[in-house]
């Protein structure tokens, strides 16, 4: 496994992060995590939204079952659309501890943008949480450039932290099957897979357009 280390973590994160979005039987889970941690992984991608937010309890009682949280790192997403709010945030961060079994999230990432309200009241929210000790750093997805490069500079000026994370896609469609094969590729282990019907609902196809993040940030991200 590959690691990154981001400022302000306290430990390296895994380049890949398993998603908590869909483990819905904690034996299930259990196995899938368990064999994560064995092949090297450590970062954890949950949401507030998920599930209702059984995902997260999911992944606190296990944890809280290996003794292995010190080795993990978490991540916590809120304030989904339609409670994309100041408020929201902190009400909902509360409830995502708690359901995590943790004190705190190594990382807090807005999970939507909600333009009708300025960037100084999210900025000053999350700039509270963290000094509550309740999150290390934090960022946001879904945002426009224009809203995150605004978010930033208005934090400059105010002498307040800014937004260290952007999430953000390659662009180019990555199906499952190549996820997987990446994935052992990466890590010299073999996962057993199997193909079925695409489930009702499910995308055929996602693509993330970087061409602004070229353009304003001068970053073009690849795959290694």
Known sequence: MQFEKIKGLDKKISKLIMGNDNQVDYEQASVLWDHWIEVGGNAFDNAHIYG???????????????????????????AHSPNCNPKSITSQLSESLDRLQTESADIYIM????????????????????????????????????????????????????LNIYNLGTGKGTSVLELIKTFERVNNVKVPYT????????????????????SEFNICPKMT
């Open 52 to 78: 209702g937010g059984s995902m997260e309890s999911l992944l606190g009682q296990w944890h809280k079952s290996r003794n292995n949280l010190k080795d993990l790192v978490i991540i916590a997403k809120g």
């Open 195 to 214: 193909f079925s019907e695409r489930r009702s609902g499910d995308l055929g196809y996602v693509v993330a357009d970087n061409s602004l993040l070229k």
């Open 111 to 162: 999970h939507r943008d909600n333009t009708e309200i300025p960037v100084d009241e999210f900025i000053d929210v999350l700039n509270e949480e963290k000094q509550k000790g309740r999150i290390k750093i934090f960022g946001a997805s879904n945002w426009t450039l224009k809203r995150f490069k605004e978010a930033n500079k208005w934090a400059e000026n105010n002498n307040k932290e800014g």
